[in-house]
């Protein structure tokens, strides 16, 4: 799945966000506190996931990280392998092109092709919550920088 919109945001700001939420989601997870620096490529943290009221134990490794352009990390729960990721292209200085994909597999033949028809069938729905996702960070983004 793949949903790209555009953003009056800058590059940098866009990847700033997204390192502030990687450093307070290991913070919450772990109790470790890293600054931006140990933000990189191979850094791995245990994250626990609510799933139907169950808390399952995951593991998240950042499979690329290139300041500004792009963000890619890998979860792992149980059998299940997702792979979640932002590509930040620069239209101009306050502009920018976001594209956000996810993609899954696993190991049980069951759980793609579960996924593939959830996919294909939900398709519009997520599409769309992928897209108020992004639009929401936007403004996010945009309204910290107004209040700062």
């Known amino acids: 799945m793949k949903a790209s919109v555009e953003m009056n945001l800058s590059q940098h700001d866009f990847f700033e966000y997204l390192t502030q939420s990687l450093m307070i989601d290991i913070f919450k997870n772990s109790d470790e506190f890293k600054n931006k620096n140990e933000i990189k490529k191979g850094l791995c943290y245990r994250k626990i996931f609510r799933r139907s009221g169950k808390d399952l134990e995951g593991h998240v490794e950042l499979i690329e990280f290139i300041k500004p352009e792009c963000c890619l990390s890998k979860i792992q729960l149980n059998s299940n392998i997702s792979h979640v990721g932002y590509k930040i292209e620069k239209i101009d200085e306050d502009h920018i092109h976001v594209t956000y994909t ?21 398709y519009y729905f997520n599409l769309k919550k992928m897209k108020r996702m992004l639009m929401a960070m936007e403004y996010h983004i945009l309204n910290k920088e107004e209040s700062i």
Do not use: A, P
């Open 102 to 122: 996810e993609t899954f597999d696993s190991t049980k033949k069951f759980h793609v092709w579960n996924y593939k028809v959830m996919s294909f069938i939900l």
